[in-house]
């Protein structure tokens, strides 16, 4: 993955979409490729859970 500012990203992912795309499935998208940069993120940094401790919180519930 190329270290592209949060600008690009959106950009980019704005000039996919179709002309006619509505406003909120915009912001809807974008909010999405932010949360999936974040957990790209987490993952880089170690903060996960393993498959067992899922398990076991969702158990818990």
Do not use: C, N
């Amino acid at each position: 993955m190329h270290a592209h500012s949060a600008k690009q990203e959106a950009l980019h992912a704005i000039e996919r979409l179709p002309d006619d795309v509505p406003f909120d499935e915009i912001v809807y998208r974008l909010y999405v490729l932010g949360k999936v940069q974040q957990g790209l993120k987490d993952i880089d940094a170690g903060r996960t859970v393993s498959t067992e401790e899922l398990a076991r919180e969702i158990e818990a519930w």
